[in-house]
């Protein structure tokens, strides 16, 4: 079984925030650019889920680097303090 990581507002309504679900979707689709051409990601979830998204297709070495990728790109939205980075099971590797 692969690896992926999820990444997810931890607000517990983040429709009631305003523009925390367009921030989010911004800083997605940052993520999106950056890593297209290193592993599974998807627009389509990205720009479609409120408040979560997934980067799949991991191997099991690329998961804290990936990671670290993801937050660096966080730092620069540095108004989405609530976001978690973790590492889940990748249900659709093949």
Same mark, same amino acid.
């Given at each position: 079984?692969?690896?992926?990581?999820?990444?997810?507002?931890?607000?517990?309504?983040?429709?009631?925030?305003?523009?925390?679900?367009?921030?989010?979707?911004?800083?997605?689709?940052?993520?999106? %650019?950056? #890593?297209?051409?290193?592993?599974?990601?998807? /627009?389509?979830?990205?720009?479609?889920?409120?408040? +979560?998204? !997934?980067? %799949?297709? #991991?191997?099991?070495?690329?998961?804290?680097? /990936?990671?670290?990728?993801?937050?660096?790109?966080? +730092?620069? !939205?540095?108004?989405?303090?609530?976001?978690?980075?973790?590492?889940?099971?990748?249900?659709?590797?093949?």
């Amino acid at each position: 079984m692969g690896r992926a990581l999820k990444v997810r507002l931890t607000v517990p309504n983040p429709l009631s925030v305003q523009d925390l679900v367009p921030n989010f979707k911004n800083f997605g689709e940052d993520v999106y %650019r950056a #890593l297209r051409d290193e592993c599974d990601i998807s /627009i389509h979830e990205i720009d479609t889920e409120v408040s +979560e998204f !997934h980067v %799949r297709g #991991l191997h099991k070495r690329e998961v804290r680097t /990936i990671a670290a990728k993801i937050r660096k790109i966080l +730092e620069k !939205h540095h108004w989405l303090s609530a976001v978690d980075v973790s590492e889940v099971s990748d249900d659709n590797a093949a």
